[in-house]
């Protein structure tokens, strides 16, 4: 080995090192970002509004302010990733989406500066369409209470749709 070499690796074995290093990358990549599934998001969508309203409900502004952010995180980085149910009306569901992501622009403005009747009508309207939602995509029976501290979806008797078993 003449003195230029010494102490280095061949070149071959550098190029197979880099070539581990990328593929050792790739395989990281695709790990971190596998497709969401639809019921995990919107059980954590359901998880954060339930706990948004408690908080809201008692005056724990901040903790509410937490939860919605997080809640558009969800709806922004993940629910697109997401393979919806394929049934029922999608443009309906589409529009519904539309619906509640304006009515959470208006509740997190509401939470900035809280008045608690405009945070209780905002709630109510993000409610209506997460629900109009569930409608169009033949899930009516998973209903969100309308309103401030009920749990999320409602499972009191006095919510069953009429005709659900
Ligand atoms: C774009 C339509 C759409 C919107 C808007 C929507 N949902 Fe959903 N939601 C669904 C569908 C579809 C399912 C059933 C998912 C499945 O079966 O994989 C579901 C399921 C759920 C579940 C049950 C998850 C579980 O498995 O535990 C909860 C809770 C829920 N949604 C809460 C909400 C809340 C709260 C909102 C509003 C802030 C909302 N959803 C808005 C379509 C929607």
């Given amino acids: 080995m003449d003195k230029t070499t010494q102490g280095r690796a061949p070149r071959w074995q550098t190029g197979v090192a880099w070539v581990a290093v990328g593929l050792a990358i790739g395989a990281g990549a695709c790990r971190a970002q596998p497709a969401p599934r639809y019921?995990?998001?919107?059980?954590?969508?359901?998880?954060?509004?339930?706990?948004l309203g408690r908080a809201a409900a008692v005056g724990r502004y901040?903790?509410?302010?937490?939860e919605l952010d997080e809640l558009n995180e969800v709806v922004e980085d993940d629910l697109p990733r997401a393979q919806a149910p394929q049934v029922g009306d999608l443009a309906g569901a589409a529009a519904s989406l539309r619906a509640m992501q304006v009515a959470l622009t208006?509740?997190?403005r509401d939470l900035q500066d809280p008045v608690p009747g405009?945070?209780?009508?905002?709630f109510a309207q993000v409610a209506k369409a997460c629900n109009a939602c569930h409608a169009s995509l033949a899930h009516g029976f998973i209903q969100v209470p309308e309103e401030l501290g009920g749990s999320v979806p409602r499972t009191d008797a006095g919510s069953l749709v009429r005709g659900v078993p």
């Fill in 62 to 66: 901040e903790l509410a302010r937490y």
């Fill in 118 to 122: 405009t945070v209780r009508a905002h």
């Fill in 106 to 108: 208006s509740l997190q």
């Fill in 39 to 51: 019921g995990q998001a919107m059980h954590e969508i359901g998880r954060r509004f339930e706990v």
